[in-house]
């Protein structure tokens, strides 16, 4: 069955530096999702993506996040100059059209030192 | 916002016992989603009941969606020792180019075998 791959699976970086977390989404799907949860919350949206643009963004997403989808299979989350509280897991999730799953990664783990 | 809340928050039976976990929301949804997270992994779809259902069922899961009350219900029969796991509702709202995810609290669920 076609699943959602993300590298790397633990990112250990100092703060203040940049990091790219990467997807490769399931093949014929359309609409592209970032999530994070911090260790003991829940989990929460932060950017959705359709047609090659950003649909919608949390408040979580500020100037220091960006996404790209730079050919037809991937999509990564970049974070510019990373916090102490960037720490987190952050999935990616896509799906085929509006009202169907959601299928998502196994996750970054991020650690911001 | 869509705050989904699960209720309980944590759950211990025996193997082959059923287990029921409720959600509750605030405001309107287009679909209610479940989904499973073994600790430290990802999130792993169960199933997806639009707002225009009433119950659904996939081999052991039974969902229902009580729009008017806002709540919906995952019944697992016959658990086994790998349905320990922590299980989250989240619903959604579709927008156009977006349906992004509001997660509830989960619950935790611990099967003993």
């Known amino acids: 069955e076609p699943e959602v791959t993300q590298t790397p699976s633990h990112q250990v970086t100092q703060m203040g530096q940049e990091v790219i977390l990467r997807c490769v989404p399931i093949s014929n799907h359309l609409y592209f999702y970032w999530y994070r949860q911090i260790l003991g919350q829940k989990v929460e949206f932060l950017v959705s993506?359709?047609?090659?643009?950003?649909?919608?963004k949390s408040e979580i997403f500020d100037d220091q996040f960006s996404v790209e989808r730079p050919d037809g299979s991937n999509f990564t989350l970049k974070i510019r100059s990373t916090k102490l509280e960037d720490s987190a897991m952050y999935f990616c999730a896509s799906s085929w059209a509006l009202d169907q799953p959601q299928h998502f990664g196994d996750g970054t783990r991020l650690s911001i030192l | 916002s869509q705050q989904g809340e699960e209720d309980p928050q944590a759950l211990s039976i025996q193997e082959g016992e059923n287990a029921t976990m409720n959600c509750s929301y605030k405001?309107?949804?287009?679909?209610l989603q479940w989904y499973r997270q073994n600790s430290g992994r990802g999130l792993v779809h169960l199933i997806l009941?639009?707002?225009?259902?009433r119950e659904k069922h996939s081999g052991r899961l039974r969902v229902t969606l009580d729009t008017s009350k806002k709540s919906s219900s995952l019944l697992i029969t016959a658990s086994r020792a790998a349905d320990t796991a922590s299980y989250f509702c989240?619903?959604?709202?579709?927008?156009?180019?977006?349906?992004?995810?509001?997660f509830g609290t989960g619950t935790r669920l611990t099967i003993i075998p």
């Open positions: 989240a619903t959604a709202l579709s927008n156009f180019g977006n349906e992004k995810l509001t």
């Open positions: 993506f359709y047609n090659n643009e950003i649909s919608e």
């Open positions: 405001t309107s949804i287009n679909n």
């Open positions: 009941i639009r707002s225009n259902e």
